[in-house]
Structures are given as structure tokens and as C-alpha cells.
Nanobody, 124 residues
């Protein structure tokens, strides 16, 4: 059974930090990139970051560059997103997804598998 399980969301004040993680199982980890998307209330799902298992390359949306860092522990099939200098506009449900395009497309319609999401709330 394919599973992507997010953890680590919560409530933090603006300027603070959170680390969210995605544990993958049931598929060959090396066959995919792992992407993070987020969806705020009333907004479309947005690609945030991605890491490719093929070459370790990474992608960051302009809105999070310099504040978020993605990393992968291939031995544990886990990808983490360290989020620093958080802003109220970062508030959203964060989802991880298995990306067959190795982070080259970053379209939610192109992802094969999804987790159920974890809520990140940043208070002002």
C-alpha cells in the first residue's frame, strides 16, 4: 500500500520555525522526486519545494527561497522541509507528493501519490 504521511505541523508565531516531514512507503523511493505543496483556505494548491532522488537537485518557489530548506534521508525514505522566518502568509495545509517528473514540472496534476496533509498556522 502506498503511503505518504506528513508530520510536524503546528502553530508558530511569525518569525519562528517549524520542520515538517514526509515518510514514504509502498513504492520505490528512488523512482520519484518528493514535492511539497501547500493550500491556504480559498486558494489553489501551490508548489513549494521539491527534491529529486535522481540527482539531489532541489526546487523552491520564489516565495520561500532563502527561508525553507528541503532535505532527504533516502535510507529512511523521508523528506523534511525546514521552514524558518515564517510569515502569516505561509499558513496552509502542507502536502507531500510523489513526483514522477523529478521536480521538473511542479504541477499538482502531475503528482502520482499524495499524503493527507499537515496544518501549519503562523500567527502575526
Amino acid at each position: 500500500e502506498v503511503q505518504l504521511v506528513e508530520s510536524g505541523g503546528g502553530l508558530v508565531q511569525a518569525g519562528g520555525s517549524l520542520r515538517v516531514s514526509c515518510a514514504a512507503s509502498g513504492f520505490t523511493f528512488d523512482d520519484y522526486g518528493i514535492a511539497w505543496f501547500r493550500q491556504a483556505p480559498g486558494k489553489e494548491r501551490q508548489g513549494v519545494s521539491c527534491i529529486s532522488s535522481a540527482d539531489g537537485s532541489t526546487y523552491y518557489a520564489d516565495s520561500v527561497k532563502g527561508r525553507f530548506t528541503i532535505s532527504s534521508d533516502n535510507a529512511r525514505n523521508t523528506v523534511s522541509l525546514q521552514m524558518n522566518s515564517l510569515k502569516p502568509e505561509d499558513t496552509a495545509v502542507y502536502y507531500c507528493a510523489a513526483d514522477p517528473w523529478y521536480c521538473t514540472v511542479m504541477a499538482s496534476s502531475g503528482m502520482n501519490y499524495w499524503g493527507k496533509g499537515t496544518l501549519v498556522t503562523v500567527s502575526s
